[in-house]
């Protein structure tokens, strides 16, 4: 019980995972104005009221809430696209605090729902982290200093500021068992078809056309020994990814091993917007590694700078590294 409560005045004390965090709001934020920066030559066509799909039928089938679906007028979609479009660089930027982020959710979910048609799975698992997000300290990292937060946190009172560390964990922590259970029922599901049993599956997905990188794939897919080492390697990798973030020492390399994954798919499959959404999640897991990164990159400036500054650096790395420690244990 005394190690129990240790640990729970850890977590309410000590926030985990900032720089982490911070890294997949940046992320999600650049995958949205990725999103509206790739369609804008045809966002008339698309997305417009007199577009692909009509105003009228897109009312009719929508499934869920759009700013979309508010009017018929070509202005207001013209509005609400460069609105938009705004909204996720400034998240992506650091800029407008958790008011821009849920903008931004509210944004995103609007034009993914006028065009079903370009959606690629990542957009649903953006729409789930970015509430996770909002209970965060996202934007501790990676942002521009505007002092806007600092000034209003002010404002707040105590018991308001002291609920805020408990929050920004449950959020981490969220954001943690959401990923996790992705890759768990993907690899599950898997495993239920006849291809991935054999040993086949990679083959197949790697010669759909819309998913095939000329002159590349058939280097994968032509290959018998890498189709199946490929097939049998993501089955097992999506079912185990859990316990290798649950084992703290193995953490930050399940986590590389899911870049990497995701990489890969991004290049060979054209799925870039979905690979992104998944890295920007594994961050979440790096954040002690990034911490440490950032340390480094700091010293090696400094002592370019002004070779003088050596031991102060030294001190300055050893901080980093403590820090990281906190914020390395998320789970």
């Not at 900032?18 to 030559?41: A, D, K, N």
């Not at 707040?156 to 609920?163: F, I, K, M, S, Y």
């Not at 408990?166 to 969220?174: K, Y």
Request: contains cysteine; hydrophobic residues 50%.
């Amino acid at each position: 019980m005394k190690n129990f409560g240790a640990r729970l005045d850890a977590w309410s004390l000590h926030p985990v995972a900032v720089t982490g965090v911070s890294g997949t709001r940046m992320l999600l934020g650049f995958v949205g104005l990725m999103y509206y920066v790739s369609q804008y030559q045809e966002r008339n066509y698309l997305f417009g009221p007199d577009g692909l799909m009509l105003h009228d039928e897109f009312k009719q089938q929508v499934s869920g809430f759009s700013l979309y679906t508010l009017s018929a007028s070509p202005a207001w979609f013209q509005l609400l696209f460069h609105v938009g479009a705004a909204v996720a660089l400034a998240v992506t930027l650091g800029v407008g605090g958790r008011p821009g982020l849920a903008l931004h959710w509210v944004f995103l979910w609007s034009i993914y729902q006028r065009q079903p048609g370009l959606l690629d799975g990542g957009d649903n698992l953006a729409y789930v982290v970015i509430p996770f997000l909002l209970l965060t300290r996202c934007y501790d990292r990676f942002a521009l200093p505007t002092g806007v937060a600092k000034r209003l946190s002010e404002y707040l009172p105590g018991h308001v500021r002291a609920v805020a560390v408990p929050f920004h964990n449950l959020g981490a922590l969220g954001i943690a068992a959401q990923i996790c259970l992705v890759y768990v029922v993907s690899g599950l599901y898997k495993v239920m078809g006849e291809e991935w049993q054999d040993g086949t599956a990679l083959f197949y997905v790697m010669r759909v056309p819309e998913f095939e990188l000329p002159g590349w794939s058939e280097l994968v897919y032509e290959s018998d020994l890498l189709v199946v080492l490929g097939t049998y390697g993501t089955v097992a990798f999506l079912v185990y990814f859990p316990m290798g973030v649950l084992v703290r020492a193995l953490r930050p390399w399940a986590a590389a091993m899911s870049i990497g994954f995701h990489l890969s798919i991004a290049v060979l499959m054209g799925l870039t917007g979905f690979a992104l959404t998944m890295i920007a999640c594994d961050l979440v897991f790096l954040s002690g590694a990034l911490d440490r990164l950032i340390a480094w990159i700091r010293s090696r400036r400094d002592r370019t700078a002004d070779p003088a500054v050596q031991p102060a650096t030294g001190a300055a790395e050893e901080t980093g590294e403590k820090g990281a420690v906190h914020e390395a244990e998320l789970v």
